[in-house]
């Protein structure tokens, strides 16, 4: 298993943008990002593959936008228009071949409240 590194949450309002960054994932390999909120499941919010197809679950879809540097190994999450039901810890997770396997990150909370 391997460690990824997750940047970027903190307290924002309504409206508001943030920039989330998850570093470490191995070469080669895609990322997602997971949310979960207090009292809920953990929810798929996006991915980039190791090729850079992204995907967006619907409820973020035209407000996020998921990219990577892959010379800096960084996956970013840049997140407009903030609602308050996008509070949630966000994490990341590397996907892909077996090399890619149990890389997660301890996350980074975002709240979005007035």
């Known amino acids: 298993q391997g460690q990824l590194v997750e940047s970027g949450g903190g307290l924002v309002q309504p409206g508001g943008s943030l920039r989330l960054s998850c570093g470490g994932t191995?070469?080669?390999?895609?990322t997602n990002w997971y949310r979960q909120a207090a009292g809920k499941q953990r929810e798929w919010v996006s991915s980039?593959?190791?090729?850079?197809?992204?995907s967006y679950t619907d409820s973020v879809r035209g407000r996020f936008t998921i990219s990577k540097d892959k010379a800096q190994g960084t996956v970013y999450l840049q997140m407009n228009s903030l609602e308050p039901e996008d509070t949630a810890m966000y994490s990341c997770?590397?996907?892909?071949?077996?090399?890619?396997?149990?890389?997660w990150g301890q996350g980074t909370q975002v709240t979005v409240s007035s």
């Open positions: 997770s590397a996907y892909g071949g077996s090399w890619c396997a149990g890389y």
């Open positions: 191995p070469e080669n390999c895609g």
């Open positions: 980039i593959s190791a090729r850079g197809t992204e």
